[in-house]
């Protein structure tokens, strides 16, 4: 059983700049989120892609989009980077029924975005 | 809004002490709780929830409702109980999973 991997591990841009942050579900799982976690903070839910269609979102602006692939891998990608994006982003993955948050979820070693 | 608050950044307590990590939640209605961990060098997983009401390595959690309070606890800290714990909330199955800012539990020897 694979566990759920992140790429890059970590990685610099520029404010302004666009980014992809990638992430591949643990196998037999077919729902993926997405979290921002700032320093000092717990994760903040970004939103949640089940069978490639988005069925959940928290509060973020529409710059922060995502995709997820029929293998159920996802990506997540920030428009318009601003200091504050800087963070660590991490995926979950869990399995549902119906696109319901699964409790169980599984968590990648995260991707630690810096924005200068 | 709904909130899980967790009042301890860091509590530090020794070896063989009774623990209690403590989490309030802002929420009128019957939430869902859970309690995740995060080891040193590992990855965030999820350590307990209230509906199951089992014991994790020796950890429990019992739902408050009057209080609004879901805080963990355990009767003896042991050395590897050193970790990042975080409370988690949800209004219902369909909804997302709001997380505290976590406590840093450091057992002394």
């Known amino acids: 059983e694979t566990g759920v991997t992140q790429s890059p591990t970590h990685l610099i841009k520029t404010r302004g700049q666009q980014v992809t942050l990638r992430c591949s579900s643990q196998s037999g799982h077919n729902t993926v989120s997405w979290y921002q976690q700032a320093l000092g903070q717990g994760p903040q839910f970004i939103f949640q892609?089940?069978?490639?269609?988005?069925?959940g979102r928290g509060n973020f602006p529409p710059r922060f989009s995502g995709l997820q692939f029929p293998n159920y891998s996802s990506e997540l990608n920030v428009n318009a980077l601003e200091l504050d994006d800087s963070a660590l982003y991490l995926c979950?993955?869990?399995?549902?029924?119906?696109?319901?948050?699964?409790?169980?979820?599984?968590f990648g070693p995260g991707t630690r975005l810096t924005v200068t | 809004a709904q909130r899980v608050t967790q009042p301890e950044k860091l509590l530090s307590v020794f070896k063989g002490a009774p623990v209690e990590l403590k989490c309030n939640y802002s929420y009128s209605g019957s939430p869902e709780l859970f309690w995740y961990v995060q080891y040193s060098r590992q990855r965030l997983q999820l350590l307990l929830r209230h509906i199951s009401r089992e014991s994790i390595k020796g950890f429990t959690a019992d739902l408050n409702k009057g209080e609004t309070s879901f805080h963990l606890k355990k009767p003896f800290a042991q050395e590897e109980d050193s970790a990042m714990y975080y409370c988690a909330f949800r209004r219902n199955r369909d909804d997302k999973i709001i997380f505290g800012k976590g406590t840093r539990l450091h057992i002394l020897p």
């Open positions: 892609y089940y069978r490639e269609e988005e069925n």
């Open positions: 979950a993955s869990s399995w549902g029924a119906s696109g319901s948050l699964s409790y169980e979820q599984y």
